[in-house]
């Protein structure tokens, strides 16, 4: 179970498409569970509030843990802005938790905002943005961190697939 982490716009997803490519040609079955998708389908009555945000998390490793126990690879992509969250998946997961933090500074990551959140959240319009109005603490001891600025999506996907260990 693979848990990507990191600001909006940090390149999670695009890394995790990237890697589900590099596990698919070496026949490994995996799926992406993308905090995006899940915003829109099974977490949808959730907000951004901290009790909100910590049971996004806990839906999500449930599901992750379901998966994995399953024999599928289940790549998460979610920003788990706060040590408690992560510490909540590791603990429903367990062992095979495998916390990855894509780190990318803030200016690029608003640079590479296609639907705006960052202005929106800077003029108000959005509460609680992590990066902006709600803090992201830098993960305490992650298995693996990767600086998306500074390598393509596929180097990246590379260097995860290869300190897994696939």
Same mark, same amino acid.
């Given at each position: 179970?693979?848990?990507?982490?990191?600001?909006?716009? @940090? =390149?999670?997803?695009?890394?995790?498409?990237?890697?589900? +490519?590099?596990? @698919?040609?070496?026949?490994?079955?995996?799926?992406?569970? $993308?905090? $995006?998708?899940?915003?829109?389908?099974?977490?949808? $009555?959730?907000?951004?509030?901290?009790?909100? +945000?910590? %049971?996004?998390?806990? +839906?999500? @490793? %449930?599901?992750?843990?379901?998966?994995?126990?399953?024999?599928?690879?289940?790549?998460?992509?979610?920003?788990?802005?706060?040590?408690?969250?992560?510490?909540?998946?590791?603990?429903?997961? =367990?062992?095979?938790?495998?916390?990855?933090?894509?780190?990318?500074?803030?200016?690029?990551?608003?640079?590479?905002?296609?639907?705006?959140?960052?202005?929106?959240?800077?003029?108000?319009?959005?509460?609680? /943005?992590? #990066?902006?109005?709600?803090? &992201?603490?830098?993960? @305490?001891?992650? &298995? &693996?961190?990767?600086?998306?600025?500074?390598?393509?999506?596929?180097?990246?996907?590379?260097?995860? &697939?290869?300190?897994? #260990? /696939?």
């Amino acid at each position: 179970m693979i848990w990507l982490l990191g600001l909006s716009g @940090a =390149g999670k997803t695009t890394i995790a498409h990237q890697l589900q +490519r590099l596990l @698919a040609i070496q026949k490994y079955p995996s799926l992406i569970l $993308d905090g $995006d998708e899940l915003r829109m389908g099974i977490s949808q $009555d959730l907000g951004f509030s901290r009790e909100d +945000r910590a %049971e996004n998390i806990r +839906r999500t @490793a %449930e599901l992750a843990s379901i998966v994995s126990r399953n024999g599928i690879i289940c790549i998460c992509s979610l920003i788990t802005p706060l040590q408690q969250y992560r510490n909540l998946a590791a603990s429903i997961i =367990g062992k095979y938790y495998y916390e990855i933090f894509i780190d990318c500074p803030l200016e690029i990551c608003e640079q590479r905002d296609v639907k705006g959140l960052y202005q929106k959240a800077k003029t108000g319009e959005l509460k609680e /943005f992590t #990066g902006i109005s709600a803090r &992201f603490e830098v993960p @305490a001891a992650p &298995f &693996f961190t990767v600086h998306s600025h500074t390598e393509r999506p596929e180097a990246t996907a590379r260097l995860i &697939f290869d300190r897994l #260990g /696939f």
